[in-house]
Structures are given as C-alpha cells and as structure tokens.
C-alpha cells in the first residue's frame, strides 16, 4: 500500500474522542476497543466516555501494571468497561516479553476483578512457542477458577519473512481445534483473531466489519497495517469513505486465503495490493 497517513501527531483530545463516540453511536457501531500501549494512561478519558455512552461496549487491553482502585471501582459501576488483561502465558513467558515482575501484576489485578465481581477477560499473543501451554485446558481452567470469562488468542503476525513465531499450519490447525474444546468443555467464550476471519468469509478490516484509529486519529485498516488516507477528524463516516478503504475491499485482499496469519499484511508485503 502506497497512501501516507495525514500529517497529525497529536493524539485526539477528549473532546474529540467525545464527538467520535458520539458519531460511531449514530452509525450503529456499539463496540470500541482501546489497546495500546497501555490505554489505561488515558483512563479518565475512557471513563467519561463509559458513562456518556452505557450502551456502548468498551473492551480495554491492558497489561495490568498502572490500575488503581479507582479503576476496579469504575469497572464495578459501569459494566460497559469490559477489562482484557494480555498475557504471554505463564510468568517465563509473559515476563520475557514485557518485563519482570509483570506477570504477577496481571494475576494480581485479575483476583482484585475477580473479588469484586467484574466480568474480564485475557488475551494472549499466540506464538509457535506458546500455543501448546497457552491453550491447555489446565491453563484455561486455571484462569478460569480466578475469574477469566473471556479468552482471545492474537494469532502473531509477521512483519518480516521466514519469521519464526509465526503459527505453522498444522499449529493453526491445533489452535482452533483447542478453541473448539474450550468452548465446548468450559462456560467461557474462547476465540481467536485474525485466525477466525473463515468464520465471516474473510477479514472484517477496512470497515468490513472494524477499523483502526491511531493515536493521532489516521483511520487504518487493521492495527497491523499502518497505512492511511483519511483522519477521523474530518468525521469518521468520511474516514469511512476512504479510497484506500474501498481499493482494500474491492481487491478481493480480505476474502483470499491468508498466509502467515494475516491476509492483509501478506498481500501488502507481497507487493499485491496498492
């Protein structure tokens, strides 16, 4: 992809993020997602927002290191706040990747939800070298006697070739059948993403079925494709509109067959989307 992001580095204010909100409302769109970094930095942003928009679902994926009792007490008053806290797996795999001492601080922070009764999930970035632990079902049920109703499995996306983390095919394979006893053997919702795009017959980015806003406000694919035409804004229905949006739908890029985890990163290093 050849489009450049519009020249804006500061993040959106709240006010912003309010009319953003208000729009996305209107257009019939009821779930936003905030992911990071750690979005919990912006936490009294995403509150003012929870309580403006109660209807609006708003899953936050957090690490689990900067919450305060505030934050949990919040999570209590408005169940809209629905906390993800990432996890690599056990505390080898999770400190490794994002820092000693984090791993205790997530488990923490899901015994502290827990106790108070809020519905919260787990994420996991899902790698050639953690899916078989990440997907046991003592794993799951692990989390599960601490509280952890909702499981999602980020299948790793390769930014460069011949990498190693990527899920092989017999593994993505393995994934989804495990998903399958997970749900089928345990009260919980596990899924897995992007991997299940063949359940809605192909990748829902673009505004197929979601889109991404950086920081700044550039409207982008997916958060794996830094590429972008328009900035929110100028009004999200208008970013919605973007010519790099309708060359990625009408491409047929999001229905082919994915390779390496993600059919939309694959087709653009490939040089096969432009």
């Known amino acids: 992809m050849h489009a450049k ?10 006010e912003e993020l309010l009319n953003l909100t208000n729009e996305a409302k209107n257009l019939g769109i009821f779930i936003l997602v905030f992911a990071g970094g750690e979005p919990l930095i912006r936490f009294s942003d995403i509150r003012s927002l929870a ?7 708003m899953p936050i994926f957090t690490n689990g290191t900067i919450y305060d009792n505030e934050f949990v ?5 408005h169940p809209n706040i629905l906390p993800i806290i990432s996890l690599e797996g056990k505390k080898a795999q999770t400190d490794e990747r994002r820092g000693t001492g984090v791993y205790q601080k997530a488990k923490t ?12 999930g787990c994420s996991f ?4 070298e953690n899916v078989y632990e990440i997907t046991s079902l003592n794993f799951i049920k692990d989390l599960y006697s601490k509280g952890c109703r909702l499981f999602i499995f980020v299948e790793f996306v ?24 997970i749900n089928s053997t345990i009260p919980v919702i596990a899924l897995k993403f992007p991997g299940d795009q ?6 829902l980015a673009a505004g197929r079925g979601f889109a991404h806003i950086s920081p700044s406000g550039s409207l982008e694919a997916c958060p794996a494709s830094e590429q972008s035409d328009r900035n929110v804004r100028n009004g999200l229905a208008n970013a919605l509109r973007s010519p ?4 990625i739908r009408q491409s047929g890029t999001l229905t082919s067959e994915k390779k390496g985890g993600c059919s939309l990163v694959y087709q653009e290093k490939h040089g096969k989307l432009r």
Do not use: R
């Open 5 to 14: 992001k519009p020249e804006i580095e500061q993040e959106l204010t709240f």
């Open 51 to 57: 309580v403006t928009f109660p209807k609006i679902l």
């Open 73 to 77: 007490s919040d999570c209590i008053s």
């Open 109 to 120: 922070l899901c015994s502290i939800l827990h106790d108070a009764g809020v519905l919260f």
């Open 125 to 128: 970035t899902t790698t050639s």
């Open 158 to 181: 390769p930014m460069y070739e011949n990498e190693t983390l990527c899920l092989s095919p017999e593994k993505q394979t393995y994934l989804s059948e495990m998903i399958e006893e």
């Open 198 to 203: 063949e359940w809605f017959s192909g990748c």
């Open 244 to 247: 790099l949006f309708q060359s």
